[in-house]
């Protein structure tokens, strides 16, 4: 194993910041959800909305955050730890823009689901039960390599702590009130039991032990029932009301310039695949002329290359040409979903899919399925790779009224698919957020199946 990189006085001040302000806002939530049980409980506002989080020893959540620099298989994260997993702003002056990191995404969703306003101490009244439990980073320390790979044993100490510890909380529904965020795909936390040699990812999600309860991830495969995909936390994290209709407004009167943008890696090997040919077009394309509706030059594409994931805390290198362009292409890579979605419609561009896999049948709660044809087009990858289709020719066809009007579509989404800062205004609390919507799916989905298995022992 490779020695642990040292950290650093500021990393260490940090972490201690961290931990003490998680377990103060622990404490206040905790209070204050004593104080709302105890009074409010008839509360229509809360009725069938109640949330118990789990205590977990915090070996299971902000201990494993004082190793952010000691995972060999893993870049140093302890800078993305900031601001509650927020990240550092990207300049002083900042209020919106943070250098954020998706897989950041546990320590994000912890810290707010503390703001949550129908949390309750007993668990008897909860409709649904969080684990505050960082499964994606806790993950890492089971994947060093062959000679030491456990992968198997990933979420075997939860078990039996969630057995142990006040074992009615489990057993009440075997699990199936429970839920938790796991900030990768899932396909990482889904290794057979049965593999030899073991290959890359654990077993998490492949434990009987854990198939009743709903796990939140950043991509989910297309069967387990048990999974569902949330959005990848892009670096727009708006504080107040104003400063999002700020952004909105800017986004609006954004001069698109280009056509079309691939901001990312890849494509650049000579096996066919669909990036590979979206770099030849872009790189063939001469086309620059003045368009009259935009009042000066444009030009069919442009390329913004991410290689080496040079953009993922970086949203300068992106964030402006994205403002500039009217379709943002969504290319599947190593896995069928991209944070660059996300990113594109916080810039009001226009998502073009190249399978469904990508997002329509992912991220339902967030960007629901039926409207997909309202804000992105979708050209079958194989048509472009295959059949030589032009992608250029297919997104100009598209009249300027539509264009329009899908972008207004795309800015209508907005609101949906970002991660408000927490402790954000009274205004913006009542907007809802990636956030938000998570956790009323998370309540409809664990409903149901409740439902169902109240039905099935009648």
Aim: include cysteine; proline fraction near 7%.
């Amino acid at each position: 194993m490779p020695p642990c990189k040292s950290i650093t006085i500021a990393t260490l001040i940090l972490l201690l910041f961290l931990l003490f302000s998680i377990n103060f806002a622990t404490a206040a939530a905790s209070g204050a959800a004593h104080l709302e049980s105890e009074s409010e409980s008839s509360n229509s506002d809360c009725e069938g909305r109640w949330i118990h989080i789990r205590k977990l020893p915090s070996r299971f959540n902000l201990d494993l955050l004082t190793n952010c620099s000691a995972y060999p298989i893993y870049d140093d994260f302890c800078p993305y730890l900031a601001n509650h997993g927020l990240g550092h702003k990207t300049h002083n002056r900042s209020h919106n823009w943070y250098r954020t990191d998706p897989f950041m995404l546990e320590l994000l969703f912890h810290r707010r689901i503390l703001e949550y306003p129908c949390l309750t101490p007993d668990p008897s009244l909860a409709q649904a039960i969080f684990l505050p439990y960082y499964g994606a980073i806790d993950s890492l320390r089971y994947l060093y390599g062959p000679e030491v790979n456990s992968s198997a044993d990933h979420g075997l100490s939860l078990y039996r702590f969630l057995q142990q510890d006040s074992p009615q909380i489990w057993s009440r529904y075997s699990g199936h009130d429970h839920f938790l965020v796991l900030a990768r795909p899932a396909w990482d936390f889904s290794q057979p039991l049965s593999n030899d040699p073991l290959i890359w990812g654990t077993s998490f999600l492949e434990l009987p032990e854990f198939y009743n309860i709903t796990a939140l991830t950043l991509e989910s495969r297309a069967w387990p029932w048990q999974e569902h995909a949330l959005p990848y936390p892009t670096s727009f994290h708006p504080p107040t009301l104003a400063l999002l209709h700020s952004w909105i407004a800017r986004v609006r009167r954004a001069r698109r310039t280009t056509l079309m943008l691939f901001a990312g890696g890849g494509g650049v090997a000579s096996a066919p695949n669909v990036r590979h040919s979206i770099r030849n077009e872009c790189e063939n394309s001469t086309a620059v002329g003045n368009d009259p509706t935009i009042g000066g030059q444009f030009k069919d594409c442009e390329i913004v290359d991410c290689s080496s994931g040079v953009c993922e805390h970086d949203p300068i290198r992106f964030m402006r040409s994205m403002l500039q362009s009217s379709f943002c292409l969504q290319p599947p890579g190593d896995t069928p979903t991209r944070r660059s979605t996300f990113d594109g419609i916080i810039a009001g561009c226009i998502p073009v899919f190249f399978e469904e896999l990508s997002a329509k049948s992912q991220f339902g709660w967030h960007l629901p399925e039926n409207q997909y044809g309202e804000f992105s087009v979708f050209i079958p990858k194989e048509e472009v790779v295959s059949k030589g289709l032009r992608i250029t020719d297919v997104l100009k066809a598209i009249p300027a009224m539509e264009v329009r009007r899908m972008r207004e579509k795309v800015i209508e989404m907005l609101p949906r698919i970002m991660y408000k800062r927490h402790g954000s205004s009274l205004g913006l609390r009542a907007e809802k957020d990636a956030f938000d919507l998570a956790v009323e799916g998370t309540l409809n989905k664990i409903r149901s199946r409740i439902e169902e298995l109240t039905a099935v022992l009648r």
